[in-house]
Nanobody
Framework: QVQLVESGGGLVQAGGSLRLSCAASGGIFRVNAMGWYRQAPGKQRELVATITSGSSTNYADFVKGRFTISRDNAKNTVYLQMNSLKPEDTAVYYC?????????????WGQGTQVTVSS
């Protein structure tokens, strides 16, 4: 069974940095696109950044220039380096992975990690 395990969340002051990690495991042949999403209280889940297996990246406008997504294909792990954090970045951050299947890719989600930015 595929599992995504996230780590690296926590409490940080505005202007600070955090690095999130997400490792996929469990009988995986190949992980295609991976990404990070977030959900703040009372709001819908939104895309933060994605990265393909070839390391092409895509960012939401509100994190461009502040966050960097990267991955280690050998470890099936994706990272999110978050700099210049703002209070509005406070949310639960979720990892997503599209895992290769014979007929189609299957999406999996991590359990979420809380990021809190104090002003």
């Amino acid at each position: 069974q595929v599992q995504l395990v996230e780590s690296g969340g926590g409490l940080v002051q505005a202007g600070g940095s955090l690095r999130l990690s997400c490792a996929a495991s469990g009988g995986i042949f190949r992980v295609n696109a991976m990404g990070w999403y977030r959900q703040a209280p009372g709001k819908q889940r939104e895309l933060v950044a994605t990265i393909t297996s070839g390391s092409s990246t895509n960012y939401a406008d509100f994190v461009k220039g502040r966050f960097t997504i990267s991955r280690d294909n050998a470890k099936n792990t994706v990272y999110l380096q978050m700099n210049s954090l703002k209070p509005e970045d406070t949310a639960v951050y979720y990892c997503n992975a599209l895992v290769y299947g014979v007929t189609r890719d299957y999406p999996y989600w991590g359990q979420g990690t809380q990021v809190t930015v104090s002003s």
